[in-house]
Nanobody, 121 residues
Framework: QVQLVESGGDLVQAGGSLRLSCAASGSIFSINVMGWYRQAPGKQRELVAVISKGGSTNYADSVKGRFTISRDNGKNTVYLQMNSLKPEDTAVYYC???????????????WGQGTQVTVSS
């Protein structure tokens, strides 16, 4: 069984910064891609940023230059540093682990429970 636990969500003023963390636990050998998605009220869940096991990254255009994704493969943890936050960044942020492997091979894709980020104007 694999669990993803997010932390770091908070209420912050526009222009401020937050750092989200997501730790994956369980019988994990490797995780191919880890990422962050967000869902604002009344909107569909959207990609924020993803990072491969090798460190390749991809960002939504709306966060490029403001957010930075990173990961620690030894700790199965992914981070999202969010700077210059805007009210439109307000959403529940979800961590995702894609193509999780244990010693026997592929075991699944997983989501965290979400952490609330609220940016006040």
């Amino acid at each position: 069984q694999v669990q993803l636990v997010e932390s770091g969500g908070d209420l912050v003023q526009a222009g401020g910064s937050l750092r989200l963390s997501c730790a994956a636990s369980g019988s994990i050998f490797s995780i191919n891609v880890m990422g962050w998605y967000r869902q604002a009220p009344g909107k569909q869940r959207e990609l924020v940023a993803v990072i491969s096991k090798g460190g390749s990254t991809n960002y939504a255009d709306s966060v490029k230059g403001r957010f930075t994704i990173s990961r620690d493969n030894g700790k199965n943890t992914v981070y999202l540093q969010m700077n210059s936050l805007k009210p439109e960044d307000t959403a529940v942020y979800y961590c995702n682990a894609l193509n999780v492997q244990h010693s026997g091979g592929y075991i699944g894709d997983y989501w965290g429970q979400g952490t609330q980020v609220t940016v006040s104007s």
